[in-house]
Structure formats: structure tokens, C-alpha cells
């Protein structure tokens, strides 16, 4: 199996000087493109979207179709 996923980093992230994946994280509000801290904890909120379930929110980073937040 050729693995040709490429690494996408939080940009909103990145304006604070942190280099950190994007991943699906969970607030009370729904699931969201984000990126957590070296110690789990959520950093940065990289959608505008919230979905009421995981499988949509793992559908959008995987195909990049989310919208990226423009400010934190």
C-alpha cells in the first residue's frame, strides 16, 4: 500500500509560530478542523464549520473542503 497523503498544518497555527497537524477535534459545539498542543489540548480552531458528527468532519480535512478561518 502506497501511502500519498501530504501532511497539512494549521495555518491560523502557524501565525502564532507553531508548526502543528491538522486533525478532526471536539468541542461542545460539534467536530472542527483544529490543531492541539503537544499536550492535547486544542489550539486552533482552522474551520468555520462545526459538523454535528465526526465522519463529515473527517471527510472535509481529508479532501480539503473546509473553509479556512481567516483570523483566530
Do not use: N
Not at 49 to 68: H, I, M, N, V
Amino acid at each position: 500500500m502506497t501511502e500519498t497523503t501530504q501532511q497539512q498544518f494549521g495555518k491560523l497555527a502557524a501565525q502564532c509560530g507553531q508548526r502543528l497537524p491538522l486533525q478532526v477535534c471536539q468541542s461542545r459545539a460539534g467536530f472542527y478542523v483544529g490543531t492541539l498542543d503537544a499536550d492535547g489540548l486544542p489550539y486552533s480552531r482552522e474551520s468555520v464549520e462545526y459538523w454535528p458528527r465526526r465522519a463529515p468532519a473527517d471527510k472535509a480535512l481529508s479532501t480539503g473542503t473546509f473553509t479556512q478561518r481567516a483570523e483566530p
